[in-house]
């Protein structure tokens, strides 16, 4: 049984930095990370390229001292956005990607897109310049039930545009279900998905069975325990157009723990660890490097890092929380070790 794991050093292709006093309290946590495709939901969102230039700019103000890190930007898509800006921004090497929020599908997504067909110049222009659209698959609809919304999503919304521009990259970020894992194993090239830590881990009974638990609490939400089963076979698949996503998105413990709490699960801290509990639990920890370190830049046409980082088997613990000056912020915790550690 080996005792460490070398990899070759991992990226996030879904990471919530926020902004402000949060931002510089939660970027440390992402530290063995080398880049991370970074979410533009804001308050007010990063919509154009001078928000994206300016977002960047406070992120790398607020690294520490000797955290080598790269945001990978990205601009949130709305009814409004500007096919030209888009083009500008990604020739510019500005951003990575555009993110499409359902309106309303999750944390500060009320300026997200309500019709498609309102965004279609945007997508037609990223589908010939190669700009890879990140997708939130899930539909808002009152009617449609919470645990039905990503299989609605791919039906009415996703496979519909695959089909009208099978050239427009598509990233369906964070899939919850067996339903999206199969629409990503059966599309081409130009289509992967994202895994998060704590959808591979949780399911819907541990947010809701003895108690409900707020900090297991994320969009979308948990689902059975056979949908996290299909997520695992996929992480652990070798399949390259499955990598990692941690989803990351912190909260003030204040707003998770109130009488209707903030959605978001903070896995920065710990994710490695706990990927590797999971793999090595399939019998696969000889695919890890590929689903953390390998798939993602392969996807976004970007060269593997350079650098490796290390794990070891250890019981060591991360912190319960991290101390900002937005509150303290939980960290993941579903109950047990994972029996790994990343070596500084």
């Not at 222009?125 to 808002?140: D, R």
């Not at 994320?218 to 989803?247: M, N, W, Y």
């Not at 319960?320 to 029996?339: I, K, Q």
Request: hydrophobic share 45%; proline share 7%.
């Amino acid at each position: 049984m080996a005792e460490t794991l070398s990899l070759i050093r991992p990226d996030d292709w879904h990471l919530h930095l926020r902004d402000g006093a949060m931002l510089a309290g939660v970027l440390p946590a992402s530290r063995h990370f080398a880049r991370a495709i970074v979410m533009p939901n804001l308050v007010p969102p990063v919509v154009t390229a001078r928000d994206a230039a300016a977002y960047r700019a406070r992120i790398l103000a607020a690294l520490p001292e000797g955290q080598d890190f790269t945001p990978l930007m990205t601009l949130y898509l709305t009814e409004a956005t500007d096919p030209s800006d888009v083009a500008a921004a990604a020739a510019d090497g500005l951003v990575t990607a555009v993110k499409l929020y359902p309106a309303g599908a999750t944390t500060n997504s009320a300026s997200g897109v309500r019709d498609i067909e309102a965004v279609m110049p945007v997508l037609e222009k990223m589908a010939e310049i190669g700009l890879p659209l990140c997708v939130h698959g899930e539909v808002t609809d009152p009617e449609i039930d919470i645990f039905d919304r990503e299989a609605v999503f791919i039906e009415r919304v996703l496979a519909p545009l695959r089909q009208r521009l099978p050239e427009l990259r598509v990233v369906m970020e964070h899939v919850t279900t067996r339903d999206g894992v199969d629409f990503v194993r059966e599309g081409g090239s130009n289509l992967g998905g994202t895994l998060t830590v704590h959808h591979l881990i949780l399911n819907r009974n541990h947010l809701l069975v003895g108690g409900v638990r707020p900090h297991f609490y994320c969009l979308p939400v948990l689902k059975r325990e056979t949908h996290r089963q299909a997520l695992v076979a996929a992480a652990t698949s070798g399949i390259g157009r499955f990598f990692l996503g941690t989803d990351s998105a912190p909260h003030a413990r204040a707003t998770k723990e109130a009488a209707c709490g903030c959605a978001g699960v903070f896995t920065a801290p710990n994710a490695l660890p706990w990927l590797a509990h999971v793999f090595e639990a399939a019998g696969a920890l000889d695919r890890l490097e590929a689903f953390a370190s390998l798939n993602g830049p392969a996807f976004y046409r970007l060269a593997p890092n350079a650098e490796r980082i290390r794990l070891e088997r250890a019981g060591a613990a991360t912190p319960a929380e991290v101390a900002t000056g937005a509150g303290p912020v939980v960290v993941f915790d579903p109950g047990f070790a994972p029996g790994w550690h990343v070596m500084e």
